[in-house]
């Protein structure tokens, strides 16, 4: 029975008692007490109580320095190369939308969207600002970066341009990249379907507007996502170019 509890324990923190073998390192006789293993870049030894112990990385990460990284001294293989002239022991474990338990994953049906994943759970993010996620990269970027992504079909006369919304006065369309993000014009003005810009009223199409307070935004407006929500906050830093999409009422492309 207490042997049966001792596999439990050490199953449950990742680590497994072993000898040092050829040039590795006795984390033990250095100061910082840890060091990588010399042929998986995902596996990293420790000195607990005198003695050399060996760890894996949480599944999709691998080891980068004391203090270093996302989570317990692991990192993004893609952040640096850590795997250089090694090699990741561990296979990864797959839940929905992740690769691998930890780590940073495209959309399925989206080029505006991709999956956080933190130990297995997914969490859906944006990117903003007319960017596209570049999985080549693991963060959002300029849409001429990012190969094999179909455009929205309301900017294909002009990725950059505006597109009418409808019988809608005051608000419209703006392609960014090929993308459309819903705008509003400016109080007191109207968008004009000819020129396709906010001009001053009246248009032919358009009256001068009321001074009623306009109505909320439609949900897929995207300067109704909170941004500073702790809710919203992700457990780390988010790509540059995103922002965390809220648990309801998300927005689909």
């Known amino acids: ?4 509890v001792c596999v439990l324990v050490l199953a449950l923190c990742g680590c ?3 000898q040092l073998k050829g040039n590795q390192e006795d984390p033990c006789q250095l100061k910082s007490r840890v060091v990588g293993d010399q042929t998986y870049c995902d596996r ?6 005198g003695q050399p112990e060996l760890y894996d990385c949480p599944n999709g990460l691998v080891f980068a320095g004391k203090n270093r990284g996302v989570t317990e001294g692991c990192d993004y293989p893609w952040r640096s190369n850590y795997c250089e002239n090694k090699q990741q022991v561990n296979s990864p474990i797959g839940t929905e939308h992740c690769d691998w338990l930890y780590g940073i994953f495209g959309h399925e049906t989206s080029c505006t969207r991709y999956w ?7 969490t859906e993010q944006l990117c903003i600002g007319g960017l596209l996620y570049n999985e080549r990269t693991h963060s959002c970027d300029w849409p001429e970066n990012v190969d094999g992504c ?7 006369d002009d990725p950059n341009g505006n597109v009418p919304l409808g019988k809608s006065c005051n608000r419209y369309w703006q392609c960014q990249g090929g993308y459309p993000r ?4 400016p109080a007191m003005l109207v968008f004009d379907r000819r020129s396709l810009r906010c001009v001053v ?9 009321s001074t009623l307070p ?6 897929d407006d995207e300067t109704n996502i909170p941004q500073n929500n702790p809710k919203n906050k992700p457990q780390f830093n988010l790509p540059p170019g995103a922002i965390p999409l809220p648990e309801k009422n998300r927005p689909r492309n």
């Open 44 to 49: 990293y030894w420790e000195c607990v109580n």
């Open 16 to 18: 497994v008692s072993a």
């Open 150 to 156: 179909q455009k929205h079909p309301l900017c294909n």
């Open 182 to 185: 819903l705008q509003r014009c």
């Open 116 to 122: 956080t994943c933190w130990n297995g759970t997914a």
């Open 214 to 219: 306009p109505p909320p935004l439609e949900e």
């Open 1 to 4: 029975m207490k042997s049966e």
């Open 201 to 209: 009223p009246p248009t032919e199409d358009c009256d001068v507007p």
